[in-house]
């Protein structure tokens, strides 16, 4: 029951992308959290923190939006436009799309911020409770800009579903932006997203704003703001109230019938 609620959380980038477009759209989405952990993918835990990364990061791909179907004749391209696997489940090519751009002027994303990525996350001196996720990828190859080929020790005919796609860490990251900001970064993300961050204010909300320049083309909600709020009842209130626009439910036999107000 939680993974289905976390899963419908993640779920919503669909909806903030297609929403009603007004002179100044927000969205106020509550999360059962207390505070911000960190917007660092490699460090990112809990759905306050996950909720947010799913908005600012992109990863090589994900579930059709609104769906949790993971089979690999299934996936929607994010960062990746296409892909193949060879016969053995061993070699991975990742075609990347062309002109994708980083928030805040980092530049366009490629084939070598995939590769840093994933050594980053793969690296036990990065500390990031993901990094068993990568291991059996044993080399990188980026041929292009825009090609990357991951080779595994062994066949794996899963590996995305634990390290290209939201939940488990496979954020594509920025590695100008990681060297250049380094532990700042977890309270200064730089994304792919259809929002980019704003500000943060700590015990209360995170919030971010449409990113112009998204591939996906401009979010039609203007800004979008994450509210921390641990208890239920504090969050069911705020949305009967108006308060906030969506909130995370709670598996509590006769909540849902609770809102039908």
């Not at 759905?47 to 791909?61: A, K, P, S, W």
């Not at 690999?72 to 090519?93: F, I, M, N, Y």
């Not at 990681?178 to 929002?195: A, M, Y």
């Amino acid at each position: 029951m939680r993974h289905s609620l976390r899963c419908a959380l993640i779920a919503i980038v669909g909806f903030l992308c297609a929403g009603a477009a007004s002179a100044e759209s927000i969205a106020r989405v509550g999360v059962a959290a207390r505070d911000l952990g960190a917007l660092d993918p490699a460090f990112g835990i809990g759905n306050g923190d996950e909720f947010t990364i799913r908005q600012i990061y992109n990863t090589l791909v994900s579930p059709p939006d609104g769906t949790t179907k993971i089979q690999v004749d299934q996936l929607q391209g994010e960062l990746a436009e296409k892909w193949e696997v060879s016969p053995d489940a061993r070699t991975w090519t990742f075609h990347l799309r062309h002109g994708v751009q980083w928030h805040k002027g980092f530049g366009e994303v490629t084939s070598d911020d995939v590769a840093f990525t994933i050594r980053r996350m793969a690296d036990p001196k990065t500390g990031s409770q993901y990094s068993a996720n990568y291991r059996q990828i044993e080399s990188i190859d980026t041929p292009d800009a825009y090609t990357v080929v991951l080779h595994l020790s062994q066949p794996n005919p899963f590996i995305y579903a634990f390290s290209m796609m939201p939940r488990f860490g496979g954020y594509v990251q920025s590695r100008k932006a990681v060297e250049q900001l380094g532990d700042k970064l977890r309270l200064n993300p730089i994304g792919s997203g259809p929002f980019e961050f704003v500000s943060y204010d700590p015990k209360q909300k995170v919030i971010t704003r449409s990113f112009d320049q998204f591939w996906g083309g401009k979010p039609k909600i203007d800004r979008l703001e994450v509210l921390f709020l641990t208890e239920t009842a504090a969050r069911t209130l705020a949305f009967v109230k108006g308060d906030v626009d969506m909130i995370e439910g709670a598996a509590v036999p006769g909540w849902f019938a609770s809102l039908r107000v």
